[in-house]
């Protein structure tokens, strides 16, 4: 019964996605993102991809002068990725199958009315993700970087735990492809020299950086 109460209140939501109606949607998404920010910060306004990844690295980006986050609701995202697709549907891995195929032409005709109308309201002026592999973001972030919003992937994973968890990380980017985004924050050579050798990425996409809540 409850499910059923919960799906007849997302229906009119559902609705105006499905007809494209991109600035309703994004002037009701806008009161679901978070602001992280010093007082006083006067620098770029970033929204940041499923906030709840970053382990710490959002609140120590908000502590700098410089910066000021805007923290997009995880649940939004999977509102919208769930509007096109199935819940349990990779975007990224699967994309090849025509089911997921046509529903990922569906969501980015809609992402790229809604971002702009989303950015513009909220002034961002970059994104960035926690990694490269979460289904929610991927699309978000596809389009991002295609409207010429700088698209920043903070790779999160050290993927220096054993050789196992590096032949997984190589295989996970042998799998997505090539790199969606504008650049690539990585904690140390060993994720840059897996990126480059499975060419998921290019050299000047890359940058080591150290791990940022450290």
């Known amino acids: 019964m409850y499910a059923a109460i919960k799906n007849l209140r997302r229906l009119p939501l559902l609705l105006l996605v499905r007809l494209g109606w991109a600035g309703p949607v994004a002037w009701l998404c806008h009161f679901f993102v978070t602001s992280l920010e010093r007082d006083g910060a006067t620098g770029p306004v970033v929204l940041a991809l499923n906030p709840g990844r970053f382990r710490g690295d959002l609140e120590v980006l908000a502590e700098e002068q410089g910066v000021r986050i805007r923290a997009m609701s995880f649940a939004w995202q999977c509102f919208l990725y769930t509007c096109f697709y199935k819940e349990a549907d990779s975007c990224i891995l699967d994309k090849d199958e025509p089911r997921i195929a046509t529903a990922q032409i569906a969501y980015r005709a809609f992402l790229r009315k809604f971002l702009p109308r989303l950015f513009a309201t909220l002034g961002v002026e970059a994104v960035i993700g926690a ?15 295609e409207l010429n919003i700088p698209t920043l992937i903070l790779q999160r994973e050290g993927n220096l735990g054993s050789l196992a968890v590096q032949r997984q990380f190589s295989d996970r980017c042998k799998q997505v492809g090539r790199f969606h985004g504008t650049k690539l924050m990585v904690h140390n050579a060993v994720q840059k020299n897996i990126l480059l050798d499975t060419g998921f990425a290019t050299p000047d996409q890359v940058t080591v950086g150290g791990n940022i809540r450290m």
């Open 131 to 145: 990694a490269t592999h979460y289904r929610q973001d991927y699309d978000i972030a596809t389009v991002s970087h």
